[in-house]
């Protein structure tokens, strides 16, 4: 049994996976209050540790074998947040009392991973792919080689605001609750009529700042511009995986993050690549259990 940790800014996740398939996936949101946009990092290792040590003390994970973690957000020399630290002290104590060996991988991998094993594309791994992964924190188009994603190039990123940034202050105006992703999409599931908020794409570049602005200004029922909103993401990701498709000669596209499991972007989407299921798309720490299996 492989276990996994991961310890996002908003998810705290520990995960089991065999060969049978997952065993365990749990994991609890960092409570954000009603009108904020986010939590201070130290807020959240704080939250992560709290939660860490009611969720080990409801699990048995003693036939473990293996015990990965998150340990950073990207696979690169110098990547850092505070709330990784949480999980690597959990996965340390835990495998050391199993004794088992303990890997660290990139909170991207794990994402990349669990997208590829939940659209049963593991061997995709055998050759380069392009994985676009959208969420708050993150709006990356990426260039992916080796077994365990060892390689991964920024192609192309948003430059200034991530998709999901987007989506949570819009949301946070709108009177939801922070993250706001799911909350925006049900209420545009009510949408009375259609606006069209500016897609600024070049190449594979991307700028959601004039969307947001205009976007905050809209005297518009908020179901319209829930859906506004949601609409100019689609259309974004649509152009952008169109863009880098052609300039790399590679069709394999599979799209991660918690934005990638929005409905109305899936549809939108859905002939240009392949999804992570939306159980899966969000932050999860089966990705990172099943990384360890490879090692």
Not at 53 to 67: A, C, N
Not at 169 to 195: H, M, Q, S
Request: proline share 2%; hydrophobic share 45%.
């Amino acid at each position: 049994m492989q276990i996994g940790f991961d310890t996002s800014c908003y998810t705290t996740s520990i995960a089991a996976v065999s060969e049978q398939g997952i065993i365990l996936d749990k994991r609890i949101m960092l409570d954000v209050e009603e009108g904020k946009r986010g939590l201070r990092q130290s807020e959240a290792v704080f939250l992560h540790m709290r939660n860490l040590s009611e969720m080990l003390g409801e699990i048995d994970l003693s036939k473990g074998t293996s015990v990965s973690v998150s340990a950073r957000p990207r696979n690169v020399r110098g990547s850092y947040m505070p709330v990784f630290t949480a999980g690597v002290c959990a996965a340390k104590a835990v495998s050391s009392a199993l004794g088992c060996r303990l890997n660290e991988f990139s909170h991207q991998q794990g994402h990349i991973m669990a997208g590829l094993l939940s659209a049963n594309l593991i061997e995709w791994r055998h050759e380069p792919f392009l994985a676009f992964h959208i969420s708050g924190g993150t709006t990356e188009m990426l260039l992916v080689e080796g077994k365990n994603f060892e390689n991964i190039k920024i192609v192309g990123k948003t430059l200034d605001i991530p998709a999901g940034q987007l989506i949570d202050r819009v949301g946070v105006k709108l009177g939801l609750k922070f993250p706001c992703g799911k909350e925006l999409e049900k209420l545009a599931e009510n949408k009375t009529d259609t606006i069209t908020l500016p897609v600024s794409v070049n190449g594979t570049e991307i700028n959601f700042s004039g969307a947001e602005t205009q976007a905050m200004r809209l005297d518009a029922a908020a179901e319209n511009i829930a859906a506004a909103v949601l609409d100019c993401v689609a259309r974004t990701v649509l152009k952008v995986i169109e863009n880098a498709q052609n300039m790399y000669n590679i069709q394999r596209v599979l799209v991660v993050g918690g934005v990638a499991a929005n409905k109305q972007i899936r549809e939108h989407v859905k002939n240009a690549a392949i999804f992570a299921s939306p159980g899966l798309s969000g932050d999860n720490a089966v990705g990172i259990a099943c990384l360890g299996g490879c090692v």
